[in-house]
Structures are given as structure tokens and as C-alpha cells.
């Protein structure tokens, strides 16, 4: 399966920008870029995904670097409900969704 | 939007009786389903893919015998936790996609929290 490096942990300021990085250098040709966040005790909630364009939606941005060896996820105004886990995490032919341990963001009020 | 029921949200059950956790997709079809686990502060392990009308695929080191997973109809899938240990205690969550294709998003259900005394 292939991998994604998220770092652990970001602070933000509520109603600024969040920049989530997440590096995936094995990353195949028909790989998706999946991003979802969790908050405690529910289940994930699907974010955003990708394959090779940036993608935007009502939650956030999704910016895939031409090599497709990283990608970051915009939030572009945070607020105290996007507290969560996010997961970057790459979707490939197998169907299958492999979670990695995900960048835990926290926001300052 | 594509939406996902899991129920129940909770149960406790006495060791050694089975626990059965339905997952549902409300208004798609799904043709393929997934059942995780996720223990206290960690991320969320899968443990089985299941396909409507076929056998589960289970991951390496999850009990097939333990873990029965049924996918009769594109809306349904469920889990049963046979002779629950407290081991088996955790928070189990189903996920579907519509088609056979990475190219839709993940839909997942809100989690049962399973605990075994």
C-alpha cells in the first residue's frame, strides 16, 4: 500500500488559513489523493479529494504538487469546528482506504 | 449527499455472547463496504472489505470466525462480533463508495462503540 507522512500535530488561529501538508513520494499514476477529518468519537468525514488538478469545494482546497509527490489541504478560514484529525491518505485500484496516524489540528480561539 | 447509517451507536454485551453492527447506505448503492476498528488514540485499522453477494476479504491478522461480515443487498453489510471478549472492546466503523472505483469519495458511518464486560 502506499504511504502518506503527515506531521502530527498543527496549531492554528481561529479564522486564519491552515496549511496541511502531506507528502506521498511512492505515489502511482492512478492513485487518488483522499483527505478526511475525524473528531473524537465519530466517524471519519470525507474532505476533499484528487487526482492531478487542484480541487476545490464548500469545505476546503486541495493543492497536488505536479509530481504529485505532495499534496496540501486548505482551509481557508479555520474556526474552532475544524478541530479533528485529518488524514491524508491515497486510494488506490484495491479500493481500499489505509489510514496512517494523521495530523492532529488544533485551533486557538 | 451520500449518507451512512451505523447502528446501534452503542452497546455493551457480557463476555462470551455476539454483538451484531449493521451498516447501511441510505441513498446509494453500495457495492463495496468496509469494516475498521479503532482503539483509544489510535488511527482507524481496517479489517475487512466486503462485496455485495460475495465473500468478505479480510485483512491479515483479523479472525474471519470471529469477525463475520455479511454484504446481502447494495445497502446493507453487517458485522457480527462473536464471543466477545473484552479484548473486542473498540469503536468499529463501516464505510461504502459507490461503484468499484477510487474516483467517488468515502462515505462513512458515525461508529459503534463496542464494549464487552
Known amino acids: 500500500d502506499a504511504k502518506t507522512t503527515q506531521p502530527n500535530s498543527m496549531e492554528s488561529n481561529e479564522e486564519e488559513p491552515v496549511h496541511l501538508p502531506c507528502n506521498h513520494s511512492t505515489i502511482s499514476g492512478t492513485d487518488y489523493i483522499h483527505w478526511y477529518r475525524q473528531l473524537p468519537s465519530q466517524g471519519p468525514e470525507y474532505v476533499i479529494h484528487?487526482?492531478?488538478s487542484n480541487v476545490n469545494n464548500r469545505m476546503a482546497s486541495l493543492a497536488i504538487a505536479e509530481d504529485r509527490k505532495s499534496s496540501t489541504l486548505i482551509l481557508h478560514r479555520a474556526t474552532l469546528r475544524d478541530a479533528a484529525v485529518y488524514y491524508c491518505i491515497l486510494a488506490d485500484s484495491s479500493y481500499k482506504l489505509i489510514f496512517g496516524s494523521g495530523t492532529r489540528l488544533l485551533v486557538r480561539p | 449527499g451520500a449518507v451512512v447509517s451505523q447502528h446501534p451507536s452503542w452497546v455493551i454485551c457480557k463476555s462470551g455472547t455476539s454483538v451484531k453492527i449493521e451498516c447501511r447506505s441510505l441513498d446509494f448503492q453500495a457495492t463495496t463496504m468496509f469494516w475498521y476498528r479503532q482503539f483509544p488514540k489510535q488511527s482507524l485499522m481496517l479489517m475487512a472489505t466486503s462485496n455485495e453477494g460475495s465473500k468478505a476479504t479480510y485483512e491479515q491478522g483479523v479472525e474471519k470466525d470471529k469477525f463475520l461480515i455479511n454484504h446481502a443487498s447494495l445497502t446493507l453489510s453487517t458485522l457480527t462480533v462473536t464471543s466477545a471478549h473484552p479484548e473486542d472492546s473498540s469503536f468499529y466503523i463501516c464505510s461504502a463508495i459507490k461503484g468499484r472505483g477510487a474516483v467517488y469519495g468515502y462515505t462513512f458511518g458515525s461508529g459503534t462503540r463496542l464494549t464487552v464486560v
Open positions: 484528487g487526482l492531478t
